[in-house]
């Protein structure tokens, strides 16, 4: 008699849980707001991407010949070829237009940072004031102030103490 009091609260409870399912309605205005913020997410992403390869390509640009071409012609004016300082002034102002600054300007005797710089050789010296500062500078170095990195270090000489 038991078996069948349990076997009809069986039957019972799944009629209970056989309930069929109320159809969910369609937020029509939350799909478009929803596919609307999609696309302009979609819109910045690749906004964000064509600027990161535009940046990319002015850094190899300076990397590969502008930066060359800079230092041949600094070296000329050092060595007083005409002709070289109009084609500096011009390159050194389209250079900061596009955000490009350059590293080397008054780097003499200035403590020497690896950040920025390069050291290609060293200079004995016994001043000890002097030691790990800059004794000159070999090549300009150029550095993207927009996206904050260093395209091209400095390549400098380096005083080192040789008695301390």
């Not at 590293?103 to 005797?109: A, V």
Request: proline share 2%.
């Amino acid at each position: 008699m038991e078996e069948n009091n349990n076997t009809e609260i069986v039957k019972e409870t799944q009629e209970q849980v056989d309930v069929q399912p109320v159809e969910k309605e369609i937020d029509w205005h939350e799909m478009y707001v929803r596919s609307v913020a999609d696309c302009d997410n979609i819109r910045k992403r690749y906004e964000k991407r064509l600027a990161e390869s535009s940046r990319n390509g002015l850094r190899h640009a300076v990397e590969k010949i502008i930066g060359p071409a800079f230092n041949d012609i600094a070296r000329g004016m050092k060595n007083g070829v005409d002709g070289c300082n109009v084609m500096y002034t011009n390159l050194v102002r389209s250079l900061q237009n596009e955000g490009i600054e350059i590293l080397g300007w008054n780097i003499k005797h200035s403590v020497f940072a690896d950040d920025f710089m390069s050291a290609m050789s060293t200079v004995p010296t016994k001043d000890p004031v002097s030691d790990n500062t800059v004794a000159d500078l070999y090549e300009y170095g150029f550095y993207d102030s927009i996206d904050k990195k260093v395209i091209t270090h400095a390549k400098v000489v380096v005083y080192k103490c040789v008695e301390k």
